[in-house]
């Protein structure tokens, strides 16, 4: 059976990303920066920027990887600044599209109150060209994403979406009347179970799914943040470098958190997901940095 992805109620819509494929190496997204998003520091949380560059950057992945699918492999994200205002831009461009991997440079910006992609995107936009030249845009976060290619029938979406037809052309998720409650931890379902230790669990359910069925990158993102917040309270995540390791498509996952470093200033992590009831079974490892609040990153 064929599905749209993402479903009516889903995560992605929820954040209202807009994303135009500019060219076949290129996307640029654009996605707003509210309440719901923002972590104790007041700024961008950096499960929300995960969760908007992975669709981002699988664009750029998926029109490379034809014929096969994409699957995304390791996430690594570099806070330069906080991300305050908004919107967030999200501008990737293909670094490499191997045999076995597609690999994806990317860049997050502070839009500083830009309303739309036509702010940036009128008269189109050519690979060399910087948004920057643009509009006076702010660069908070520094990235990488690496995907591997897999068969095209892994995914529920491949018979029905052909990604060389995004090429050119505007994309937007646009979240379904009413909007959720709470914040994006607990909109996707995070749950706290001990803050010492980070130990937080997260279900695989509609919302938080991926087209394969089994939990969303973006989600792990988000589930990263929550733990590594929920071990070290008075502290923000700001860095972050995810290895996907197994698809769970049943059940879910729990987090453990091992303290690496802490000082005033800011503190290192490293994150473990494991499907609950087999603590063998890691799904993904994280490291994450975080700083100290109220102070932002400068």
Same mark, same amino acid.
């Given at each position: ?9 889903? &995560? /992605? ?7 135009? *494929?500019? #060219?076949? !190496? +290129?996307?640029?997204? $654009? =996605? ?87 702010? &940036? /995107? ?7 060209? *910087?948004? #920057?030249? !643009? +509009?006076?845009?702010? $660069? =908070? ?158």
């Amino acid at each position: 059976m064929t599905q749209t992805y993402p479903p009516e109620r889903h &995560l /992605l819509r929820d954040l209202d990303i807009t994303t135009e *494929q500019v #060219t076949a !190496r +290129r996307s640029v997204s $654009l =996605a707003p920066v509210d309440d719901a998003v923002r972590n104790p520091a007041g700024t961008a949380g950096i499960g929300f920027v995960a969760a908007v560059v992975d669709v981002n950057c699988a664009t750029v992945a998926l029109v490379a990887g034809q014929p096969d699918w994409t699957a995304t492999a390791d996430l690594t994200l570099y806070g330069l600044r906080g991300l305050t205002e908004g919107p967030a831009i999200v501008d990737s461009r293909l670094v490499r599209a191997g045999t076995g991997i597609v690999v994806v440079g990317v860049d997050v910006y502070d839009g500083h109150g830009i309303g739309s992609l036509d702010d &940036l /995107l009128t008269g189109g936009l050519g690979d060399g060209d *910087q948004l #920057t030249d !643009r +509009r006076p845009l702010e $660069l =908070a976060t520094a990235g990488l994403v690496t995907f591997s290619r897999i068969p095209a029938s892994a995914s529920r979406s491949s018979s029905t979406f052909s990604p060389g037809s995004l090429i050119g052309q505007r994309r937007r998720m646009e979240p379904a009347a009413p909007r959720p409650e709470g914040t994006l931890l607990e909109r996707v379902g995070l749950r706290v179970l001990h803050g010492d230790g980070g130990v937080v669990e997260l279900d695989n359910h509609d919302y938080v799914q991926n087209s394969f069925g089994a939990i969303n990158g973006g989600a792990l993102g988000v589930l990263f943040q929550g733990a590594a917040e929920a071990a070290l309270p008075g502290y923000s995540g700001a860095d972050l470098q995810i290895h996907y390791l197994a698809q769970i498509k049943e059940g879910g996952t729990r987090t453990t958190v091992r303290v690496l470093r802490k000082g005033d200033e800011h503190a290192v992590c490293s994150v473990s997901a494991v499907e609950i009831g087999r603590p063998d079974r890691v799904i993904a490892l994280a490291t994450v940095t975080l700083l100290s609040y109220p102070s932002p990153r400068r």
